[in-house]
């Protein structure tokens, strides 16, 4: 039984390789999405909250995109913690567009940055990139799924 607990959670080199890069250029990629927030047209409570704040919040969506990569964040706490920012960026006065889009804008700058590493490319594994795939997708679903339910309870 532990076997099969371990292999669950056992990481390939190309998630290792992610998490290393989200945990060094996560003040970059934090950076570039600070930029995409200034120039986007439908971004108007981003553009007036103070920069700091919207900051420290994309960072630490980095980090907890790096954590469930590892499979530190499991999904009850995602989905808490996802909801709970529903709630509060409403209360905030976010419209939900706005949420959405910059959920959007957090995985541009990801994905940016992994085809700048030429992290897929030199795959060797293609179930490797295919796992990392499915691992990124699934937590930018479930952060916009939690945060819209948040929003609207």
């Known amino acids: 039984m532990e076997n099969i607990r371990a292999e669950k959670y056992f990481l390939s080199p190309v ?7 989200i945990e060094k250029s996560a003040p970059e ?11 986007h047209p439908n ?25 469930w990569i590892s499979y530190e964040l499991d999904s009850d706490a995602m989905k808490k913690y996802w909801i709970e920012l529903g709630k509060k960026r409403r209360q905030e006065g976010f419209a939900l567009p706005e949420i959405f889009l910059s959920l959007c804008l957090i995985r541009k700058e990801l994905w940016t940055k992994i085809q700048a590493e030429g992290l897929l490319d030199n795959a060797l594994d293609l179930y490797q990139a295919l796992e990392l795939y ?3 997708v699934t937590f930018f ?9 948040g929003y609207h309870s």
């Open 15 to 21: 998630s290792r390789k992610l998490v290393e890069i």
């Open 29 to 39: 990629l934090t950076q570039a999405y600070l930029l995409d927030i200034k120039k």
């Open 43 to 67: 971004m108007p409570t981003y553009q007036s909250f103070p920069e700091k704040e919207v900051y420290d919040r994309a960072y630490l969506v980095f980090s907890q995109l790096g954590r």
């Open 134 to 136: 499915n691992r990124i």
């Open 141 to 149: 679903d479930r952060a916009l799924y939690y945060a819209i339910i």
